[in-house]
């Protein structure tokens, strides 16, 4: 058959017309005669050389996304469209195109041409609303007498996003979703090897999960095909593409995906300081990192109008207790009607652990030291010592509520003594640690004479916030904690005599990889199908 394809990059006249073989319909495929096809800016950048990182084609390439035509022949158990109906479609972009008398497409892409919006209420409607999900402007409408075509002009930038989410909208079996992962240490890694463990299992449901990038602190890669799970390290390591989160997420909005997310993984601002890139470039995000929610207020509030604005998804599961349904629980209690009178938990897996632990019998400064050799600890333990991370959680959880508030309003009492606080951490300051053991000792000897136990626990009360050392009751519920376990309770109107505790590890890859994978879920199924 006739074809035009081009076995180089470069300029036009790269394009030849000359013979190749007709191809094939395998298992769910379809064979079209071609009646039509377009070149979009897409096509033009594959064909000059300069979407080679997005849309890695292989040469010789025929071009032609968009096709039209007529079925001729059907795959092995391919159900979807009968031999000679006329179809329409967009191709998948790195396999050949249309430019050829015959073309093999998934029969899932295509989509009989018109006949199907006759007297069927609601066409016009799908059309629209999907392309405002994807803040798409329309110019112009125009709809025919027929009924078998609707047109509307936009952008051109746009065109192949537009065509993506119309198609998405209309024909797709399974909801697709691309991530951009950024982070790939101990909580990445996690996230990876679930989804890749979970694969056929959400396939089984109906959603289509790839890894389109990956990125850590020197480098990325991307591949708008999905990156193999399996190889994902060697192919980060092999990318000469310097890390630049900007520069990343204009990679990412390349591709032109309908529904794609941000996940987050690193701990910082540096990649939060980015997030508005990856709003623009209409991506949802998924984080564990804390530092976006503990912006001030005026920063918070500015990127939660972005993100409402664009129509974007937030989803922050793993900001407090890890794994565990802190701020969906909260979440749920408040869309329900319930009224939030008092939150009070331990909030930090580290202190949960040193004093889980203490009784005493071993100096803390001790269990200080192991807890930091096992990695227990922050890299500096004042981090966890200084009651920062429990105050972030609180400030997080206080937002969640409605409450105004910033960081510096949340009391915080500190472990760590003031002359120890400054300067670079070395490992000098265990050492130090050691001297203010006897205090530690009285308070939980006085403790223990009064029928209590030390806990370091977070209060969020009444419009304010605490973070504390405090003695607790034996018979409360948060001194039943265990290891170093997360324990929130909610005490709430319609939970007034007993609260609603939500407990278990509140640390750990695995467990915070798992808060994530669940928000991956949620936005799932918070996507249209």
Not at 78 to 86: D, I, P
């Amino acid at each position: 058959m006739k074809a035009i394809r081009f076995h180089e990059y470069g300029a036009p006249e790269v394009l030849r017309h000359e013979d190749i073989e007709r191809p094939v319909p395998g298992p769910g495929e379809a064979l079209i005669r071609v009646a039509a096809t377009s070149f979009n800016p897409v096509d033009a950048g594959i064909r000059a050389g300069t979407r080679q990182g997005p849309f890695p084609v292989a040469l010789p390439h025929v071009p032609g996304a968009d096709v039209a035509g007529t079925i001729e022949e059907l795959g092995d158990g391919t159900a979807e469209v009968a031999v000679g109906e006329e179809v329409v479609g967009f191709l998948p972009i790195v396999p050949d195109g249309a430019s050829a008398e015959y073309v093999v497409a998934p029969a899932e892409i295509l989509a009989v041409v018109g006949e199907g919006m006759k007297g069927r209420p609601g066409v016009a409607g799908k059309v629209f609303e999907s392309l405002g999900r994807q803040n798409i402007n329309i110019s112009a409408i125009a709809q025919g007498a027929s009924e078998r075509n609707i047109s509307c002009v936009i952008d051109a930038a746009q065109q192949v996003r537009a065509l993506n989410a119309i198609h998405q909208g209309f024909f797709e079996t399974k909801k697709r979703l691309a991530l951009a992962m950024i982070g790939v240490g101990n909580v990445g890694s996690a996230v990876l090897r679930q989804l890749q463990q979970q694969r056929a299992y959400l396939l089984s449901k109906g959603f289509d999960v790839t890894v389109v990038g990956l990125a850590n602190s020197k480098r990325f890669v991307t591949d708008a095909n999905g990156i193999d799970l399996s190889s994902w390290k060697d192919g980060l390591h092999a990318s000469s593409a310097p890390m630049n989160a900007t520069t990343f997420a204009r990679r990412i909005e390349e591709m032109e995906l309908t529904n794609a997310a941000l996940v987050d993984c690193t701990v910082g601002p540096t990649i939060v300081d980015a997030y508005p890139a990856f709003i623009e470039a209409n991506l949802h995000i998924i984080t564990p990192n804390k530092w976006a929610n503990a912006l001030p207020w005026r920063r918070y509030a500015t990127l939660m109008a972005m993100l409402d604005r664009r129509k974007r998804h937030f989803l922050f599961e793993a900001n407090v207790g890890a794994g565990l349904p802190v701020v969906s629980t909260l979440r749920d209690l408040i869309a329900s009607g319930d009224e939030i009178v008092r939150i009070e938990g331990i909030l930090s897996g580290t202190l949960s652990y040193l004093f889980n632990t203490f009784d005493g019998s071993v100096p803390f400064s001790v269990l200080v030291r192991d807890a930091h050799r096992m990695g227990f600890t922050e890299p500096d333990p004042r981090e966890d010592l200084s009651g920062q991370d429990v105050a972030r959680k609180l400030l997080i959880l206080a937002r969640q509520i409605g409450l105004k508030m910033d960081l510096g309003e949340v009391k915080v009492d500190s472990l760590v003594p003031k002359p120890l606080a400054r300067g670079k951490y070395t490992s000098r300051f265990l050492a130090a640690f050691e001297r203010h053991d006897g205090e530690m000792a009285a308070r939980v000897t006085r403790a223990a004479a009064r029928g209590a136990v030390l806990r370091y626990v977070g209060i969020l009360e009444r419009g304010r916030a605490r973070a504390s050392l405090k003695e607790i009751p034996k018979t409360h519920p948060v001194a039943s904690a265990k290891g170093s376990d997360n324990l929130i309770a909610f005490t709430t109107t319609r939970y007034a005599r007993t609260p609603l505790v939500v407990q278990g590890p509140g640390a750990g890859a695995d467990v915070t990889a798992m808060g994530v994978f669940s928000d991956i879920l949620k936005l799932l199924h918070y996507l249209p199908r």
